[in-house]
């Protein structure tokens, strides 16, 4: 497996957390944000949609990060993202989708470059616009957490699991943006079980091989 991606990319750090906890040996493929790599033509026949994450699997090219973890899930099950009742995946998914649907998109480095570019908003105007969206996500997940049984050392149970996988990299975006997390005390709990996991800790953006290199 070679998986395109970039130390900060949050779609990109949720992969390889996946990875890690199947753990499944893959290359890794640095596609500079910053320098707009990912809109080149080079990186376009990788993947049209011009984003990372992308997944080479045996000539097939695998987007969407919320897709791939599906797609490891269904061809290496063990150990599982998922939990067996319908209605406890449906729970995990509505917990990964808040993260991955609602807050991640309207903060991702496409938008934050929209709004500081074509619409001339301050650095100032960027970050409140950042720590709301941050707020507005972690305000739902927080007692969605909090308030149900099923929630144990993790999201979903004593093990790690999809919604997990979504929740890390949007807890290091907002501390990179220094949002309060104290207002969440179940996600920052969460949080630190799984940042002691070495296949979370092994995915974060400072232990990435381009880190050093990269402002």
Known sequence: ???YGYFRSSAAFRVRIALNLKGLDYETAL?????????TDDYRRVNPQGRVPALVHND???TQSLAIMEFLEETHPEPAFLPESATAR???????NIIACDIHPLNNLAVLNYLSGPLSASDEQKTTWYRHWVSEGFNAVEP????????????HGDAPGLADICLVPQVFNAQRFDCDISPYPTIDRIFNNCMALDAFDAAQP??????????
Request: glycine share 2%.
């Open 1 to 3: 497996m070679k998986l």
């Open 206 to 215: 400072s232990k990435q091989p381009e880190a050093a290199d990269i402002a």
């Open 90 to 96: 449906a729970r995990v998914r509505a917990l990964a």
């Open 60 to 62: 097939t090219v695998l």
């Open 31 to 39: 596609i500079n944000l910053t320098t707009a790599e990912h809109l």
């Open 144 to 155: 969605l957490l909090a308030q149900d049984s099923a929630t144990g050392d993790f999201s």
